[in-house]
């Protein structure tokens, strides 16, 4: 039993980490129509330009405040004006084929430009050891799931709570009538792309120091992000940290039960199960919609 808590412990803090880039599909699904299938990559990115900023002398909290701006304006802005903006008018399949192309880019880009060999990255969290009633648990387990959590649940908040937040779904349910009802329709899918970059950084800052900062650490990630934003349904935001927790916790489980080789292998698993039986995924919602 002990071991089993430790092993749920540590996938709740990995899945809530794809769930934050799993967030990040289903808001610019919701907001835009758009799949971004560069997500992974997204994360990648940030990773070394916290190590860029790293190298200049920036501690590692400055560093990641400095990659949000940069991100923002890169993966949110010219993302947006560069590649979706163009495609969208012609429909889902150009903007696919677009973001793979991208993703590709990406990682042959670091490859190139910076290094093919993995590197080390920082920790936000010091290398400490706690036995919480026998079971044993990291402090960058605990941190990285109450970071992740947080950032996710904040999100939620943000846009169930606040004057942006509800325009931004507004916009999300239904474009024309946000128009007419004088919202910034532009303006608010900006914001969107805008959280996803800073999702991603998120994201980068906390799952790198297990993965390391390496050209095609995004390639995994995406892919368990996307199985993650399907299970927990692709228009609900919920269902994002609900398949990301499903993901992180099932594959620690199967390889230590099963074998190691099926850990990469449970997320498409679980994942055409529900595609099968319940294709809205569990907490999507049937609906109606032009792209």
Not at 96 to 124: D, K, Q
Not at 140 to 158: E, R
Not at 252 to 277: G, Q, R, T
Request: glycine share 10%.
């Amino acid at each position: 039993m002990t071991d089993f808590l430790q092993l749920l412990i540590s996938g709740m803090a990995t899945g809530a980490i794809y769930a934050l880039a799993a967030l990040g599909f289903t808001l610019l699904w919701q907001a835009s129509g758009t799949i971004n299938f560069a997500q992974g990559e997204f994360v990648m990115l940030p990773a070394f330009m916290m190590l860029a900023f790293g190298a200049m002398g920036l501690p590692l909290p400055f560093a990641f405040l400095a990659t949000c701006l940069v991100a923002v304006v890169v993966l949110g802005w010219a993302f947006k004006r560069g590649i979706a903006d163009p495609l969208l008018k012609f429909g889902l399949m150009p903007i696919v084929v677009a973001t793979i192309g991208l993703s590709i880019a990406a990682r042959n880009g670091v490859r190139a430009g910076y290094s093919a060999e993995a590197h080390p990255f920082p920790s936000l969290f010091a290398d400490q050891l706690f036995t919480i009633a026998g079971v044993n648990v990291t402090l960058a387990d605990i941190g990285t799931l109450a970071v992740a959590l947080a950032l996710v649940l904040g999100t939620q908040a943000y846009l169930n709570k606040t004057v942006t937040g509800r325009a931004m779904q507004a916009v999300a349910q239904n474009t024309e009538s946000a128009t007419v009802l004088g919202i910034n329709v532009p303006r608010m899918i900006f914001y969107t792309f805008a959280i996803n970059a800073v999702l991603a950084c998120a994201a980068a800052l906390l799952v790198t120091p297990t993965y390391l900062a390496k050209f095609d650490m995004g390639e995994s990630l995406g892919t368990k992000a996307f199985f993650a934003a399907i299970i927990g349904g692709f228009n609900n935001s919920r269902g994002a940290l609900l398949g990301g927790v499903i993901v992180g916790v099932s594959e620690n489980l199967a390889a230590a039960y099963i074998s190691p080789a099926y850990k990469d292998a449970v997320a498409l698993i679980i994942f055409m199960v529900v595609i099968l039986f319940k294709p809205q995924g569990l907490l999507g919602k049937k609906v109606e919609r032009k792209v």
